[in-house]
């Protein structure tokens, strides 16, 4: 990553006492177009932070800080020096939802001295156009080498009572339906919360480089404040630290509209650059795998008459995929240790054991053959430190074998039985993941993961994450499945943390094996979801076998998983959504539409494409007898001649989509 693109990097370092402003308490910082503003106030020595676009408040006055142990609260402070920095640069990603990122904002760094204690710490501001972000920094301590920190006091103090979509944070992997309340009812929530305001503007509150840290959860503490809490230890310790030592930062989207929070790249940009010298080993693709069928019941995932895992089986994948140009094959349950209840006893877990009837090295070379590539699977049901005891083993047994990729699975509600997903002892376990398989040029797909702040710019072989209530939920939830709008809610909440592994694309609406679940949407939409939901590894999820002869599967083959730019057309979060994706490799375009359960009309001006230039679109729309109960897969096709005046006139069925492919014509 991260061959530099465009760099014009304008540094301005200033370093004075605040005896140098015009009050001496106010310290401010500015975005880069003067539309933000972050005001840092001193008042009684209590350090607040305030936030206002176009001199409108954003965030009031909000209290900062940390409660260390023995009760020390650092939140008194004395100002000794302010650092000043601008920078401006283009740089460019191995892939992505778009290709160049440009990372332009103002930086103010406080340095403190604490009033009751030798403790120093230092509070880092940048404003960006869109956003802002801050981070504690504990520098090198007299006489002090660690610290244990039981609270983290930052608030954020809305001038209003907004509206937001949550997440409950008693759930240990995030698979819930996103709620919209006011704030002052919210639980204990899971960041990014997602806002919109009063006078109908859009916020979203998360995090960024989330390193050796606990997660940042939020609780309301009044009507309007919103209070970070971390997640802890076991012990009730939030985080122990080695100084010197950096935070996560906490990060807010400032929007008009709900696509500006989309296409903000905040997070990315406060990152550390990529580790990774040469990239040229991550390959953004489509899969298919033993999985679906697992899910309905007609496969074990453990050995048996019904092991779904087997050669015979895998080779069938294979022969589809590379009969349709998909480039992957993901294959669950094919190691011993699922037999029995191991969720209760992870340790039998064995990654480099395959069952009887599995052979890997006759897969992988008939894969090769094809074309094709294994996609690896380590489900370690949280056992965290049986799974890191043979990692690099298990690792170099997949590269033995041609294996590039690896989905990995912690379905458990406490790693090794005691520590949360999320606290400082998960987020260590999944950096050491990471890390150990960029060794070994090993692309990772995370399921229960810590929520995503990122990280993906600093190690781009986490290429994706689960995280999120996805496809296999339409398989066996007692509720019924996902609900017609939940597609329409995530990519501005969950979406905003970073690439989702959903799964979609099932064409089959039947479900004998729970009856009362099923894909609660059409076939279109479950098309238009590949634009709509971003992804550098996307899967078709449904068995080869309800593909076959359906005109729509061309899309899946068609559509890319990498892209050059992104565009949200139009969207109101909870209702419906219009994306348009431009491919990286060539000059299409992609766009995809969804609704939630009412049928909805849609209009999508083209004026995204070149001008004076003509396209064919290729569209696929719900059928006019369409409707996601009834008739769910009911479509038509058709192609038509289309130019940037043009305006696309949509119907869209109940809990229904399109999906439209726009081909650049060559002058004649």
Not at 437 to 461: C, F, L, Q, S
Request: neutral net charge; hydrophobic residues 35%.
């Amino acid at each position: 990553m991260n061959k530099l693109v465009v760099l014009i990097s304008l540094v301005l370092l200033t370093v004075g006492n605040y005896s140098s402003y015009a009050s001496p308490k106010d310290f401010i910082v500015k975005s880069p177009d003067g539309h933000i503003q972050i005001v840092v106030t001193n008042n009684g020595n209590i350090l607040k932070y305030s936030v206002n676009k176009n001199g409108k408040a954003v965030v009031l006055p909000s209290k900062m800080g940390f409660v260390l142990q023995g009760n020390e609260n650092l939140n008194s402070f004395d100002v000794k020096k302010t650092l000043r920095t601008s920078h401006d640069e283009t740089w460019e990603q191995p892939w992505g939802e778009c290709r160049y990122v440009r990372n332009n904002y103002n930086e103010m760094k406080i340095l403190l001295q604490a009033r009751n204690s030798k403790n120093k710490l230092n509070i880092i501001f940048r404003a960006f156009n869109d956003g802002i972000g801050f981070r504690y920094e504990f520098p090198k301590q007299d006489g002090i080498d660690s610290l244990v920190i039981m609270k983290e006091n930052t608030e954020f103090k809305m001038p209003q009572v907004h509206k937001a979509w949550w997440i409950t944070a008693s759930n240990p992997y995030y698979e819930c339906l996103a709620k919209l309340s006011r704030i002052c009812d919210l639980d204990t929530v899971r960041t990014p919360l997602t806002m919109e305001t009063a006078d109908g503007k859009y916020l979203s509150i998360h995090e960024a480089n989330l390193t050796d840290y606990p997660k940042m959860n939020l609780t309301i503490s009044d009507s309007t404040t919103l209070r970070s809490t971390l997640v802890p230890w076991s012990t009730g310790v939030a985080a122990y630290i080695k100084v010197p030592f950096a935070t996560p930062w906490r990060t807010i989207i400032i929007g008009d509209k709900p696509g500006d929070l989309v296409e903000s790249r905040i997070m990315l940009n406060l990152n550390e650059p990529c580790m990774i010298k040469d990239t040229s080993w991550l390959k953004p693709c489509k899969y298919i795998g033993i999985w679906w069928e697992l899910h309905l019941g007609e496969g074990t995932w453990y050995y048996g008459p019904k092991h779904g895992a087997t050669t015979a089986n895998t080779k069938k994948y294979i022969d589809f995929a590379a009969a349709n140009g998909i480039s992957g094959v993901l294959v669950e349950g094919w190691n011993k240790g699922w037999e029995g209840n191991w969720t209760k006893n992870g340790n039998t877990l064995d990654f480099t054991q395959p069952y009887p009837d599995f052979d890997i090295k006759a897969i992988t070379d008939y894969a090769k053959e094809k074309g094709v590539e294994l996609i690896g699977h380590h489900e370690t049901a949280a056992a965290t430190k049986n799974y890191e005891q043979q990692l690099d083993r298990a690792f170099a047994y997949y590269k033995k074998y041609g294996v590039n990729i690896v989905k990995t699975g912690y379905v458990n509600p406490l790693m090794d039985f005691k520590e949360a997903h999320d606290g400082q002892y998960g987020v260590r376990h999944y950096r050491k993941i990471i890390e150990t398989a960029a060794k070994y040029k090993i692309a990772i797909d995370n399921h229960e993961p810590v929520m995503p702040t990122g990280i993906e710019r600093t190690w781009p072989n986490l290429m994706t994450q689960e995280g999120v209530r996805g496809q296999e939920y339409n398989a066996w939830s007692p509720d019924g499945g996902n609900t017609p709008e939940h597609t329409t809610v995530i990519p501005f909440t969950r979406g905003l943390a970073g690439p989702m592994d959903f799964t979609f694309g099932t064409f089959n609406f039947t479900n004998k094996a729970y009856p009362g679940t099923r894909v609660n949407t059409t076939l279109c939409k479950q098309l238009a979801l590949y634009v709509i939901i971003y992804s550098p590894l996307q899967m078709a999820s449904d068995m080869p076998k309800n593909y076959s002869g359906i005109k729509a599967f061309d899309f899946i083959k068609d559509v890319p998983t990498d892209w050059e730019t992104t565009k949200v057309i139009d969207a109101k979060i909870g209702d419906y959504s219009i994306f348009a994706r431009k491919d990286r490799k060539s000059t299409d375009w992609y766009v995809g539409a969804i609704t939630d359960e009412n049928s909805r009309e849609l209009n999508i001006p083209l004026s995204f494409l070149e001008s004076d230039t003509k396209y064919m679109a290729q569209i696929y729309a719900d059928g006019d007898d369409a409707e996601w109960k009834t008739n769910p897969t009911s479509f038509k096709y058709e192609e038509r001649i289309v130019t940037a005046n043009d305006i696309l006139h949509l119907k869209l069925a109940t809990s229904g989509g399109c999906a439209i492919r726009i081909i650049k014509l060559q002058k004649s």
